[in-house]
Each structure stands twice: as C-alpha cells, then as structure tokens.
C-alpha cells in the first residue's frame, strides 16, 4: 500500500507565498511522477503542476510563473513552492504520485487559504 503525507499549506496573503511538501511511501514504490492538484469549493479538482522522473515538469496556465514544482522523484518527494499568492489559490491541494503503470495514489489533501 503506498501512502502519501503531506505538510504545509495554511493561511497565506495575497502576494505572499507558501510552501507544500509530500512524501510517498510503500514497500518497493517508486513515483514515475508526482504533483498536485486542488479542489476549491463547488469546484471540480484540477490540476496544478507535477513533475516526472526525467525531472520535466508542467504547470497550470492559472500558476505558470507564479507555483515552481521540484522534488527527489527517485525518493518519492516533491514540493510546491506557491508564490504571488492570489485568493482565487484558495483551495484543498492533494499531492498525487504515479506509478509507473500511470495509477494515481493520492494524499488526503492540505487547505491552502489565502487572504486579501
């Protein structure tokens, strides 16, 4: 069974910034890639950003240039790094890891709440 744990994440101000970290673990996994995505109230989950054994990584056009996502792929970590906080990120963010066959495990989410 892998398990994700996340930390971080809280209260923030517009145009400041935040820290996310997760962590994967289980007997013999090993993350073909890792990320996160968010859920805002009466919103669908989306998307965020995530990166790839390979070290590429994607973004959302919504945080591309403000979010900078990077980890230890090899040891199941990564960590999003939120900036130029804006109070539309207000959001619950899941950490997501991949296996190698493209199955998602998820973590049980941190609320991100940013203010005005």
């Known amino acids: 069974q892998v398990q994700l744990a996340e930390s971080g994440g809280g209260l923030g101000q517009a145009g400041g910034s935040l820290t996310l970290t997760c962590a994967a673990s289980?007997?013999?996994?090993?993350?073909?890639?890792m990320g996160w995505f968010r859920q805002a109230v009466g919103k669908q989950r989306e998307f965020v950003a995530g990166?790839?054994?390979?070290?590429?990584?994607m973004y959302a056009p919504s945080v591309n240039g403000r979010f900078i996502v990077s980890g230890d792929i090899a040891k199941n970590t990564v960590i999003l790094q939120l900036a130029s906080l804006k109070v539309e990120d207000t959001a619950v963010y899941y950490c997501?890891?991949?296996?190698?066959?493209?199955?998602?495990?998820w973590g049980q989410g941190t609320q991100v709440t940013v203010s005005s």
């Open positions: 997501y890891a991949r296996s190698g066959d493209d199955y998602d495990f």
């Open positions: 289980g007997h013999g996994f090993r993350a073909a890639g």
């Open positions: 990166i790839r054994r390979d070290g590429s990584s």
